[in-house]
């Protein structure tokens, strides 16, 4: 009899869905929770499907999860994200991606690298990762999804990197002067655009756009007349940082 060829260890099912399923578990508010019960949720019979055992699996490995005696329970790591007190959340995030050894190999080696599609990774993790030729093009197309549903593939590059203390207070002063300046500055009853002429004056060194909001306070865009290219991409980039921190908006 011929013996089944077994698989490395691999996420199955993709980040979104681990999420769905810690979310399912907490549903019962419950410190443990029978497998039986949360696959009743899923409209399963039984817990063994693969289905069910796949998001058993992906959610432990990525350590949201820890189970025994056929019970299921969630780690801290999954209330930091389902009860988030900071706006570090991301952090955790990246923190869950590299648990499970394959990625952590796979991030490590196409870190800022364009990455291979899926064709191609799917055959890397069989000759490389031992993942059978049965589980290859399903591991390696979760793998590429969860990078993107984690917002980490940028022009086809891999872009992993924690936020650094230094990013948190920077956005943090960033607020607290748009704050500063809601009260000081007169608001106008349309948006301005104000351009000056470098070199007059401070004030004229710099674009200002103005836009006020319905709750009757402006929302202020100052920015350097002679910001290079690389400038303005940063200042998008910090834009859309706070947009998905401050205001969970995915620009």
Not at 198 to 218: F, L, R
């Amino acid at each position: 009899m011929t013996e089944r060829e077994k698989s490395v260890l691999y996420p199955g099912v993709t980040w979104k869905e681990c999420i769905d399923f810690i979310e399912t578990v907490d549903s019962f508010k419950l410190k443990t929770v029978s497998y039986l019960e949360v696959a009743r949720k899923y409209g399963l019979k039984s817990p063994s499907t693969k289905s069910f055992t796949s998001r058993i699996s992906a959610s432990k490995q990525f350590g949201l999860t820890t189970t025994g005696n056929s019970t299921i329970q969630l780690t801290e790591l999954a209330r930091k994200i389902l009860y988030p007190t900071d706006n570090n959340i991301k952090n955790v995030e990246l923190e869950c991606l590299v648990n499970p050894p394959l990625y952590e190999q796979l991030i490590s080696i196409y870190n800022d690298k364009a990455l291979p599609n899926v064709s191609i990774l799917s055959n890397i993790l069989m000759n490389n990762y031992k993942i059978t030729r049965s589980a290859k093009d399903a591991a390696a197309k979760v793998f590429l999804e969860t990078c993107e549903q984690l917002d980490l593939i940028r022009g086809g590059v891999l872009c992993y990197k924690l936020e650094d203390a230094e990013s948190q207070e920077t956005i943090e002063t960033l607020n607290v002067e748009e704050e500063k300046t809601n009260v000081i500055n007169e608001i106008p009853s349309i948006p301005s655009t104000y351009v000056g002429t470098p070199g007059e004056d401070n004030i004229h060194d710099y674009i200002t756009q103005t836009y006020p909001v319905e709750s009757g306070k402006a929302a202020k865009i100052v920015i350097p007349v002679d910001s290079t290219e690389d400038d303005l991409w940063a200042i998008r980039d910090m834009l859309d940082i706070i947009m998905k921190r401050k205001f969970k908006i995915n620009l």
